[in-house]
């Protein structure tokens, strides 16, 4: 319930964001002149880097990570088996994690469009997933064996709940591109851009972040049996 509020409170601010950015001077938007509008654009854009929304999701991953690694910490003390897996799984979510808050992302994109060449179009416009999706999957192969001993609740609940974050970074960001691409842009635009762009892209953060949130807690809900801690002195003899 908390982070599903969290995720209302910043759509709506995006929401007032993008009406305040369209009302602004064309260009304050583009140098950031103003303070006041440099504060509220910059930090609650959904689909701009270094912003609250992208702070969230920041920590986001790296809790699933950290809640990966305390799996494999656990299961590791008690002699039991799909350690590595964890500890994988834990490393891809970090490596999600980093990349949201440096955006490497970004830079593939670019090159994987130099790439492609004349078939940079439509839905490929954003390419970066192609090899990411290659990459990722290929690591995934590895974890399944580990995914179907799990009980069912956490074994869907994680499988789901990564659906929806590919749904959002990878489905709903093709077709952005696609809609980009077919309108001349290289990018959504800043300032005065179409509300079915607009729509498009706080789509894709909010479900990405609804991903998110979702995978938080069933790794919390199946991490929270297994921690045996005591806060209290043992009885005395």
Excluded: K
Excluded at 135 to 151: E, M, S, Y
């Amino acid at each position: 319930m908390i982070l599903g509020g969290v995720i209302l409170v910043l759509a709506l601010l995006h929401v007032v964001t993008v009406l305040l950015a369209n009302r602004a001077p064309s260009e304050s938007v583009v140098r950031y002149d103003i303070p006041i509008f440099r504060l509220r654009y910059r930090l609650l854009h959904l689909d701009r880097e270094m912003t609250v929304p992208t702070w969230f999701a920041v920590i986001l991953l790296a809790s699933c990570a950290g809640m990966a690694w305390a799996v494999a910490a656990i299961r590791r003390r008690l002699r039991q088996g799909d350690v590595r897996s964890w500890i994988i799984f834990g490393m891809i979510l970090a490596t999600l994690s980093i990349d949201e808050l440096v955006a490497i992302h970004e830079v593939l994109s670019s090159r994987v469009r130099v790439a492609l060449g004349e078939w940079a179009v439509g839905p490929l416009f954003y390419g970066w997933y192609l090899p990411v999706l290659a990459v990722f999957g290929g690591v995934g192969l590895i974890l399944i064996p580990a995914w179907r001993r799990l009980p069912g609740t956490t074994r869907w609940g994680i499988a789901g709940s990564l659906g929806v974050f590919l749904a959002g970074a990878v489905g709903v960001e093709a077709v952005t591109g696609w809609v980009v691409e077919s309108r001349g842009m290289d990018d959504p635009p800043v300032q005065g851009g179409s509300w079915d762009l607009v729509a498009l892209v706080m789509a894709e953060e909010l479900i990405e972040l609804i991903g998110l949130a979702a995978l938080t807690c069933v790794l919390f809900a199946y991490l929270r049996p297994q921690l045996r801690i005591d806060l209290m002195p043992p009885p005395a003899e």
